[in-house]
């Protein structure tokens, strides 16, 4: 399906209006695209040509994501999730995901990201009203990210293309409580879901109708999250993470004849030891 700007451009605008309208009121960067300078360090400008001190941490983890299945008496999804850290001058890199750091002027922080979704999509077997239909596969997505941070919370977007997955594009803004080893971060975000997203993963091809599963083509569509993460250092090196969080999809997506809920609760684990 051939793709034109102005399917592009909604999504871009309001992501481009959440940052613009928050004005001064952040500063710093979103932690997925954080740098990691020494205190003090002048890391200003585009990162080829800073001059802050290049410190390395990595570390290395295991975590496991549950979720319910959007798709009608589909089951319960369970995924392991390797939780690979890495952060550099250049670099951020976590689970699936990794930041290809550009620069920082006043505090916004910009970065190509590179992730893939493990998670996504489902094989034939995974729900009754998926037999017969052809398995969805997760993809690895690629697109610019930003984030503005500061006392008052973080706020962060970013635009991925997905070759014939089509397009998606997030804000999401967070804020991060400190109780000394503890800490919560509440969340809340929004993501918008391109017509090609949606018919690949919630679409009915005419080869795979049947009675009780018409022909179904996506339109693009909304998914609202709210959750909560909480944070626990074992000691300086270790760390637990829990997320909890729900999820609900608009029209473009509930409407298809394979799919039974709107709203999906999550969970994920993790624990990381860091070397660095």
């Known amino acids: 399906m051939k793709r034109t700007f102005y399917r592009r451009y909604p999504a871009l605008l309001a992501a481009a209006c959440v940052l613009l309208h928050a004005g001064g009121a952040w500063a710093d960067g979103a932690p997925d695209v954080q740098s990691a300078t020494q205190p003090g360090a002048d890391d200003s400008g585009l990162t080829v040509l800073s001059n802050a001190t290049n410190v390395t941490h990595w570390g290395l983890g295991i975590g496991a994501g549950i979720s319910s299945s ?15 850290a890495f952060d550099d001058k250049w670099i951020h890199a976590f689970g699936t995901s990794v930041d290809l750091k550009i620069g920082k002027w006043d505090g916004l922080s910009f970065a190509l990201r590179g ?9 034939n077997d995974d729900a009754h009203i998926l037999n017969g239909m052809e398995n969805r596969d997760g993809t690895f997505w690629y697109g610019p990210a930003v984030a503005w941070k500061s006392a008052f919370g973080t706020l962060s977007a970013d635009y991925l293309l997905g070759g014939n997955r089509g397009e998606r594009a997030r804000v999401d803004y967070s804020k991060l409580f400190d109780f000394g080893r503890f800490s919560v971060e509440p969340y809340a975000g929004v993501e918008w879901l ?11 091809r005419a080869s795979e109708a049947r009675a009780g599963r018409p022909e179904y083509t996506g339109r693009a569509a909304y998914d609202a999250s709210v959750g909560t993460r909480l944070n626990y ?16 999809f608009t029209n473009g997506i ?17 624990y990381v030891y860091q070397f660095k």
């Open 70 to 84: 959007p798709y009608k008496d589909g089951k319960t999804k369970f995924t392991p999730i390797p939780l690979i």
């Open 115 to 123: 992730q893939y979704a493990i998670g996504d999509g489902y094989r």
């Open 194 to 204: 391109s017509s090609d997203y949606v018919d690949y993963y919630y679409g009915v």
């Open 233 to 248: 250092n074992i000691t300086r090196s270790q760390k637990v993470v829990l997320d909890l969080g729900v999820s609900h």
């Open 254 to 270: 509930s409407d298809s004849p394979i799919v039974g809920h709107s709203y999906i609760p999550a969970a994920r684990l993790g």
